[in-house]
C-alpha cells in the first residue's frame, strides 16, 4: 500500500494532467455542432497519430516493471489506432459522396 501511495506522490503532475485533458476533452467535443462532427473527424486523426506516437515513445522510455505507466501507454495506442482508423473510414465515405458518377 505505502508503495503505490509513493508512486502517486511521483505522479501527481501527469494524473492531474490526464484528469483536466479527459475534461476538456470532454468539453470541447460536447460543444461542437452535429454538422461539423464529420469534417473535424480529419483533424482528430492528426490528433490521434500523435497520441499514437506519444504512447509509443511512453512504453519505449517505461520501466519493466512500472505495470500503469505501460498499461496507459498501450491504451493510448490501441484508443489512438481505433480512432484513426474509424476517422478514416468515415472520411472516405464522406468524401466519396462528393464523387461524381
Known sequence: MLEILDYLK?????INLLIITIY???????????????????????????????????????????YLTLGLGALGIVLGTINVVGGHAVTNRMLEMFKKK
Not at 511521483?10 to 501527469?14: E, I, Q, T, Y
Not at 469534417?39 to 504512447?55: C, E, H, Q, T, Y
Open 24 to 66: 476538456l476533452g470532454f468539453e470541447v467535443i460536447s460543444k461542437v455542432p452535429t454538422v461539423l462532427h464529420t469534417p473535424l473527424m480529419s483533424g482528430s486523426n492528426a490528433i490521434s497519430g500523435i497520441v499514437i506516437i506519444g504512447a509509443i515513445i511512453l512504453v519505449r522510455q517505461a520501466d519493466v516493471t512500472d
Open 10 to 14: 511521483d505522479h501527481v503532475l501527469m
